[in-house]
Structure formats: C-alpha cells, structure tokens
C-alpha cells in the first residue's frame, strides 16, 4: 500500500482505510476460524463484514465516488470499484458456512477484496488529492457522516 503521497492523511482517507483495516481483520479472523473448525464465530465475523462493508460502500460511493466519477478521467476505474462492492454485497448476502463450496468462494472473495482494497488505497486514494476541489472534499465527508451517523466527532 501507499505511503508516499500523503493521503493517508486526510481525515476522510484515514477514515476509509481503517475501515478497510477492520474488514480485513474480520475477514482474517473468519478464515482461521474456519481452519479452526469453527463455522459460527466465522459466521458471526462474516456478518460483521457485511455491516460495516455497507456503511463504507455508502460513504464512499455517494461520496467520494460521485464526486470522482463525474470526471471521465475516473469513470470507468470508479464504475469497476462500485461493480466489485455489488458482486461481494451479493455474494456476502447469501453465503452459508456450512456449504463447502461457499467457504471456498469465501476464500476467493477475500482474497479478491484485498486487491480491491489495493486499486482504492494505491489509485484512487492518492488521485484524490489532485482531483479534488474543497467544495468536492465537503461533500465527500457529508456522504460518509450520513453513512457513519453514530461517529462520534467531525472528519
């Protein structure tokens, strides 16, 4: 992941990759306990994904997303990342841990959402810094408090 460009220090960007952070621990943890042979703390850590993977798809995709992707410059890369949040919520929607296949595609998924995560912190995060105006950062923080309505404190 990057760490040169400085976005890592924007409160929005921050704000997003711990969210990231999270998910991925929780992924992590969903996959071990599986290993372990324990399908319902997999369960219970694969709905916590889901949760807070919908707060963070709505924070970004109203937000930052919107605001990016009326620039033909982004567009395509944006609609791509949007696609991939729909196939996962989709497949995160149906998945049962008692179905070998499913764990597979669990594993699958995962590792898919480890280079999802890689084209936002590595492309999109730091094309954010140039692409935005003040007016644009405004509205993408509007989108993640309305999608974050219990954090406490402002981005």
Do not use: N
Not at 32 to 50: F, Q, S
Not at 59 to 74: C, K, P, S, T, W
């Amino acid at each position: 992941m990057c760490h040169y460009c400085g976005c890592r220090e924007i409160p929005l960007i921050k704000e997003f990759i711990a969210e990231h952070e999270s998910v991925t621990d929780a992924a992590g943890g969903a996959l071990r306990a599986l290993d372990r042979g324990d399908p319902t703390l997999a369960a219970e850590l694969v709905a916590g994904m889901e949760r807070e993977l919908r707060a963070h798809w709505q924070g970004e995709e109203q937000g930052l997303f919107a605001v990016m992707g009326g620039d033909a410059e982004y567009a395509g890369y944006i609609d791509a990342l949007v696609r991939e949040h729909r196939e996962l919520a989709a497949f995160l929607g149906r998945v049962d841990l008692r179905r070998t296949d499913d764990v597979r595609q669990l594993r699958e998924a995962v590792d898919e959402l480890y280079r999802h995560i890689a084209k936002e912190e590595d492309g999109l995060f730091p094309a954010s810094l140039t692409a935005l105006s003040g007016d644009e950062w405004d509205r993408s923080m509007r989108a993640w408090r309305a999608a974050h309505p219990e954090a406490d404190g402002d981005l």
